[in-house]
């Protein structure tokens, strides 16, 4: 990390695109940039399909873009709206050569162009009561990490963060920041406070940041879909499992925040968890009895 | 020396909770992005019954898009109990919203007098239907939105009728129990004279809901909510329910699912509508 810089300035824009209209939705971002660039964040993140909406059934085949296209429109609003260089998140819905995935992009943008850092294909699809993804996508086949000059970073998107897994993979393959883009349609109003679903995604983030020592960054879409509400909630939460800041649910709005680097180091030197698993892995992932592919399983 | 002993004790079977204020937020920001965001109209039409139903609609109503832009429309048939209407003129006065009565009975009794042998449940689906057409036709010369009513209770148990009390574009209280709108009745403020008395469809003199359905809302509730949880008849009844009240709710429930979709069509191509060209209602 010599040289690295120790802050990272975030902004998360939990957005409310209008279904499936792509050039009005990039417009506004293009607003929610310009009204960013005084600030001049280091990183901005947006939800998942955050451009499209998320619930679009059939519609996606239409709306789906190859990830170059994706991010050089990206990239071109950010430098409408400013000169500063800066690193942009982003979920869209991904046309692959006719094979389409739910993804995510992490950019560089300068003045003089742009550099895709990593594409993550979504590979939990979530496919069961109101969710029907993989009717109509493909899924990711790998969760992969990335360097910034922020440090190690892996995308996750909505459910993949849900298998405690994930984040624990990534981790473990050197993430110190990880950041979901998020649709998650807002339910149960049984609890107390929030809505039941809003509660669980905080546990999910606070886990996962706590157990890992990881900055978590999550950027949740808003706005009702034919009748589900996108629950917003955009947070950080620090590598102690504190949440620094969180957007309320039905709101458009900008979340920002200061993160400080070290405190990822002093969280873990204070509960290292990661340090154990690492140690421990090997003995739980050769385990005979879980149910991975071994060597020589195809033989004869 | 005896330990203490800290042991789990099975939930007593009981009718959904709901966090008022939470579900108020949800709802009133359903409302405004249905309405106002992706269609771009400002005002509601309510017809209001005299029920709980219906007035914590129109409150939610006021809440979303501001006392003067919700319609409130009476619908009485000859026949309707007198009260349904003070009861309704109670949300009108505590919302200070416009509203009008439009008197039905020319309208049914147009088309009955051609019926005379129509029995009580043929006569109240007239009277249902033809409160949407006025409240469609209404909401056309306002420049609003008709709001559906509908609480999940009788859209499970089939109480409604079909393409009637159903028809609204959008319907805010589907998904909450009918105890869970009472809870919501409470907290925001309807008249408690319409939280307390016995729902009725008012169709036929001196009906009440719960007479009609055989069970309380507040066990219908209990059971339906665990019943859509996945459990048989037989762990329902493990779980503290009566043998006939689930039997019940299940035959209900069971016997009306073509009543929460719209009309069946013969499927004649790979691009038939709603099966293979699948697009959301807000593209």
Redesign the interface.
Known sequence: MNGAPSRLRVALVQSKPAKGQYERNLAETGKAFAQLAEWSPDLVVLPEAALTGYFLEGAVYELALPAQTFVQDLARVWREASAQPVDLAAGFFENDGGTYYNSAAYLHVERGGEKIFHLHRKMFLPTYGVFDEERFLSRGRKLGVFETRFGTMSLLICEDAFHAIMPTIAAVKGARIVIIPSASPGRGVEGEGELESIARWRDILRNAAMEHGIYVIYAGLTGFEGGKGMSGSSCVVDPRGRVIVQAPATEVCIVRAELDLREIDLARAGLPLLGDLEAALPDLLLDEDLPLPRAGDNAG | MTLPIFESRPALPAA????A???T??LV??LR??LV??RGIHAAVVGLSGGVDSAVTAFLCARALGAENVHAFRMPYRSSHPTSLSDAQLVVDALKIPCRTIDITAAVDGYLQNEPKADARRRGNVMARMRMVVLFDQSAKLDALPIGTGNKTERLLGYFTWHADDTPP??PLGD?FKS?VWELARYLGVPQRLVEKAPTADLQADQTDEADLGISYAKADAILSELLLGYSNDELVARGFERDAVALIRRRVDSTHWKRHLATTAMLSSTAINE????????
């Open positions: 959904p909770q709901i966090d204020a939470v579900a937020e949800w920001a359903f992005d249905e965001e992706r959008l319907n909450l869970q293979f060209y699948l697009r959301p209602v807000d593209y």
